[in-house]
């Protein structure tokens, strides 16, 4: 698992009339401070508070104890998204999927999405459509003190990891997506790592913005083939253990 940082992406060509594309940043090794030195600590509900409060229809709700980071954790599934204003780890696995993670540093909020695909019919509103999960995420950071004009995004994800997904391009047209979604409502992207054949395992603390990710072997079909099919109760369960899970 390797720390994203800030500002260390450097350019590539871009397509006419696209914003500008960067490369993956480096990865710095993680440091042992996860949360910001000298911040007032963050509010912290135990595990059991957490599984107790109802949810919105879409918010994630699986809960679990990370024993790699000693913390309350929150898994969040295709289709899915979560907003924080206290320490707790924010986690997802992605293929082809894009993960887009929002912090504002002076209100200390942060959040996660998971979509499958750019844009669906009008009439289906599902986080599933990066149009809906994007305006979704924003929205819910706002309601806790966000401000859009202090946001900022690190973005993961995009992968083509299935041969039968080459000619939909998904990876690929979901990456596209957010970075012109990102670059049309000014929120800079500070970091990012998409596009490649690897699925990823991402991290995200939403009190401080850290993020963390992991490239996964190429080898997790059933994984892979649950995300397509958006079955999140298999990726649960699909994803809860072995190496996909391990750092």
Known sequence: MTNIQAGTSSSMA?????PERRRAPRIAPLSADIYAAGAAPARESSLQELKAQSRKPG???FFYLDHHFQHNAVKVLPGEYFVADESLVIMTVLGSCIAACLWDSRARVGGMNHFMLPDGDLADASGRYGSYAMELLINEMLKLGARRETMQAKIFGGAQVMHNFTTMNVGERNTNFVLNYLHTERIPIVSEDVLDIYPRKVVFFPVTGKAMVKRLAH?????LAQEARGNAVTVVKSTAGGSVDLF
């Open 14 to 18: 871009t397509t006419p009339g696209s």
């Open 59 to 61: 918010e994630a709700s």
């Open 219 to 223: 080898a997790h079909p059933d994984a």
